[in-house]
């Protein structure tokens, strides 16, 4: 809250009602994915086999939260220490406007405590990593939509659809590759400009 002395003359807020910093679209968004959310449930579970939608649901939670996550969370931190280390700006020595206001300030009228310094500013970070996260979440996204037509489409693929079953795996790649090409070309473009200033 800070002193008194520095609330008076400031206008009183009311509290949204949700979170602060929530924009005004949120609320009917989240409706609407509820909304969306349950048109394909009555879908999937009206179909012939509403118990094997219900193991499918449930399996692919339990595959996420007890295989998936700790090998991505794993992968993630290896890469992220095989890469140099920095600062944000503002790590180096020197006074902040937050200081000189702490130091200007009457006594117990101090600023709140990172007030007028950046939200991180000095905290080390892992220099290009989201140059990997990214392309690698977006293949491995592509990977768990596409599973069955990439490892080898069923039988009944050609059957159902009329459509070949080939070549599924090679364009998976392919994507991966250009993820990762496009992405690579960004980083030595941020490289680039950081080298210049």
Known sequence: M?????????PVRRLPPLRAGEPPWYPPL??????????????LLGGDDPL????????AALLHDLVLLPLYTAADRAAGALLPRRRRPGAKGGTTPSDVTRAGAPHGAGAPHGAG??????????AGINHLRIPALLSGLLL?????LVTGPPARFE?????????????WLL???????VS?????LSALRRARH
């Open 175 to 181: 994507v991966t590759a250009a993820l990762f090409a």
């Open 184 to 188: 690579a070309g960004w980083a030595l």
């Open 30 to 43: 989240l409706l609407c994915s509820f909304a969306l959310t349950l048109y394909a449930g009555t879908r």
């Open 159 to 171: 059957r159902y659809t009329g459509l070949s079953g080939e070549g599924f795996t090679e364009r």
């Open 2 to 10: 800070g002193h008194p002395a520095h609330l008076r003359g400031q």
């Open 144 to 148: 768990l939509v596409w599973w069955p």
């Open 52 to 59: 094997g939608v219900v193991l499918w649901i449930t399996g």
């Open 117 to 126: 310094a950046p939200h991180g500013a000095g905290a080390p970070y892992r």
